[in-house]
């Protein structure tokens, strides 16, 4: 495949994921309140809540850090997939990296601009689009929208668990948004598949 048929590739692939995760995260924004939770099945949900720090709701640092540390990040990722596409690398590798690209771009857009263009959300009342400067944070200090929740296994631990027998407990409980899906999986298979790969573009990169 050519260069320009990967670029292509790699390009379409980033606008999807960017416009399935910004829709999914405006159609949950502005219909569902802070918390709100809608069952799909017993084992996915779509749960809202707002994320003030990183991938599946971890949070390091200060808020502006973060978007900051994320901007810094997009813009060496999307050198790093351009000079991997300059240089001919597979596409399967190729579209690892625009997967990890497209889900931090897509997280990046919550944070610059929700706070600006957005009402509040909490329990009880739905957010709504408002003119900008109107909103209920700063630029670069808007919460990243997540609702995916998938709590596959919910019970009780034994009574003989150490430390935290008798207690509830729920297998998978982080609630993420397509955009974190994109990264974990964009990851996942470049651990599982692309090591080697990884290894020589750097290696390349050094030469």
């Keep these: 495949m050519s260069k320009k048929s990967k670029g292509i590739t790699a ?14 995260k405006i159609l949950v924004k502005t219909n569902m ?35 900051l540390f994320r901007l810094i990040a997009i813009c060496l990722i999307g050198y790093y997939l351009y000079w991997l596409i300059e240089k001919g690398f597979s596409k399967g590798y190729i579209l690892c990296i625009a997967l990890i690209w497209a889900g931090a771009f897509g997280n990046i857009i919550d944070c610059v601009f929700y706070g600006e263009i957005f009402s509040a959300s909490y329990p009880g009342h739905v957010a709504s689009f408002v003119p900008i400067g109107n909103g209920y944070s700063e630029w670069l200090h808007g919460k990243v929208v997540d609702m995916l929740y998938f709590p596959l296994v919910n019970g ?19 609630i993420f948004n397509v955009a974190d899906s994109a990264i974990t999986i964009g990851i996942f298979i470049l651990i599982a598949f692309y090591r080697k790969t990884l290894n020589t573009s750097f290696d390349t990169k050094k030469s």
């Design 33 to 67: 309140s802070l918390y709100e939770s809608i069952e799909i099945t017993n084992w996915f949900k779509i749960y809202f809540v707002e994320n003030p720090g990183m991938a599946f709701g971890m949070q390091v640092g200060g808020k502006l850090f973060l978007t």
């Design 11 to 24: 390009i379409l692939l980033i606008i999807a994921v960017i416009i399935i995760d910004q829709v999914t």
């Design 156 to 174: 009780t631990l034994p009574s003989w668990f150490p430390f935290w027998g008798g207690e509830d407990f729920i297998f998978f409980s982080p």
